[in-house]
């Protein structure tokens, strides 16, 4: 993957950083809290592929692939976006930004976890788990960093597909194999993932306009995004009890199902009644919760 700017970190400033700094930001290439949230989903896939509790090598064995494949994923996707990154507030302290390390030690840094991530889950999970893996980070950085994320409103939507390869990759690490519970887990993330970035994006429109991303709050009225936030959220409850048939969960999973997304409902219509950016990002936070709840039903 070829960087967007020359080989020279945008902020370097002559700052000497501490190996400590380093570690650091080698650590923070990775999106950490991305990839808890990304476990969120992945651990109790499993679960429910077992139909109880897999085994403890298993777990461990794909918690480690999944979290370097995600990761050297979201490195090459700050190597690629660091000349974006330095003109948002959200994203101006990230390591390359600041001149922690060089994009060329950043990609190699990326090249080589993920490498490392396909070598691990073939050899201790499964190739069908390494290789759903691997394909979900071709997706992230040629489909969403360098194609859509700069050029459509439907990049967060299309892009998003992404984030729902985990629980294939959880499923299949348990059963080898696919079927449609976690075609179903996969469209509730797919369909989750537009209102709950969305959201952020209200928050920070202003910072993809001046960085000329076409995030959908960035180019049309915060009214019109909430009104497909609506939508969106109307699929993802709808699936969510689909998934309690299909996956024949039990009465715990389906009342969290209907209650959680009442919930998410009347967070996504609060927006709808006051858009603000305060209750955009009351509704970011519960979405992470109602995504870590939701699928914590599951395992119960």
Known sequence: VRARSSDSPLSSTGTTFSRGEKVAGYVALTKPRIIELLLVTTVPTMFVAERGVPSVWLMVATVVGGPLAAGGANAVNMVVDRDIDGLMERTMHRPLVRGVMTPRAALVFAVSIEVAAFAWLFATVNLLSAVLAVSATFFYVFVYTLWLKRTTTQNIVIGGAA?????????????????????????????????????????????????????????????????????YTLVLVALTVV??????????????????????????EAVRRQPTERT???????????????????VV
């Open 280 to 298: 955009a990002m009351r509704l970011f936070s519960f979405s992470i919760t109602y995504v870590t709840l939701l699928f914590g039903a599951m």
């Open 163 to 231: 984030g729902a390869v985990p629980v294939l990759v959880g499923w299949s690490a348990v059963t080898e194999t696919l079927a449609w519970p976690p075609v179903i887990l996969f469209l509730m993330i797919f369909f989750w993932t537009p209102p709950h970035f969305w959201a952020l994006a209200i928050r920070y429109r202003d910072d993809y306009r001046a960085a000329s991303v076409p995030m959908l709050p960035s180019v049309v009225s915060i009214e019109e995004t909430v009104r497909k936030m609506i939508l």
């Open 243 to 268: 998934f309690s048939p299909v996956a024949d969960m039990g009465a715990v999973y389906l009342v969290s199902a209907l209650v959680l997304g009442a919930a998410f409902g009347a967070m996504v």
